[in-house]
């Protein structure tokens, strides 16, 4: 098991009560998507397995160590090999898509040498491999801001890859995307998992996609998990009790 999510409980400040018990294990080399209503505790989970959220109970073992209680060095070490990709892409639009990806060395090259533009020849091939993985060989020059939403989610794909990471994780990487540029994305996911070995942690709304590109499914309703398996055994019964019976499923082809 790469992570092993023991008992996690997280509530914030404000009283909300975001994950309640969470338990489930990831196997290296999976791609498993974690589903839910907005507001069901999927994003919370994600950020509490990077440490950007401390958890408030439970402990996530990763590769058999507990990273809930580590602080400074520590925890950047284990950040650094938890690579994350959000929603709105969070690049910087004015630089160019080599600087962006390359601003994923950060945590070893230093503030000093990423401001400066200071990185080794490893790392620029390294990017230009990466930028050729995500289908985006020749834009390396291209500012962020001249790429389509899909392009630039995939230069966020390349960003994190530079980490190094042994776990991707995916917050609901293709809900700013039209529909046939999310199945572009999930592409580029899914090859990274399949040919890098990466194992990749996704939340996704879609069942048609959670489908065609899932090897395991979590699901989550208010804070609880209440569904783990194959996502082909989601029925119509499943549908409703993780959804509402009053939800219809929305089909992206």
């Known amino acids: 098991m790469v992570l092993e999510i023991k008992n996690v409980n997280k509530v914030y400040p404000n009283g909300t009560h975001a994950l309640r018990g969470v338990s489930f294990d990831v196997k290296e080399g999976e791609f498993l998507v974690i589903i839910g209503l907005s507001g069901s505790g999927k994003s919370t989970m994600l950020r509490c397995i990077n440490r950007l959220h401390d958890v408030s109970t439970g402990e996530i073992m990763f590769e058999g160590k507990d990273i809930t209680k580590l602080r400074g060095k520590d925890m950047r ?26 601003s994923g060395t950060l945590s070893r090259t230093g503030i000093f040498k990423s401001i400066c533009g200071i990185y080794s020849e490893e790392d620029k091939k390294k990017a230009r491999d990466y930028i050729k993985i995500v289908g985006l060989e020749g834009k390396e020059n291209h500012r962020a801001d001249n790429l389509s939403g899909g392009q630039q989610q995939r230069v966020a794909i ?24 999310s199945h572009s994305v999930m592409q580029y996911l899914k090859k990274v998992n399949e040919e890098l070995g990466v194992t990749v942690i996704c939340n996704l709304h879609f069942l048609s996609l959670v489908r065609e590109y899932s090897s395991r499914v979590v699901a989550l309703k208010a804070g609880n998990l209440i569904y783990e398996g194959q996502p082909h055994d989601i029925d119509e019964n499943w549908f409703q009790t993780i959804y509402g019976e009053e939800a219809v499923e929305v089909t992206i082809n």
Do not use: C, Y
């Open 77 to 102: 070490q284990v950040r650094s090999r938890i690579g994350m990709i959000f929603q709105h892409f969070n690049l910087v639009p004015r630089k160019s898509v080599m600087t962006n990806v390359l």
């Open 158 to 181: 390349a960003r994190a890859l530079m980490q190094n990471p042994k776990v991707l994780l995916a917050d609901e990487p293709v809900a700013s995307l039209d529909p046939a540029t």
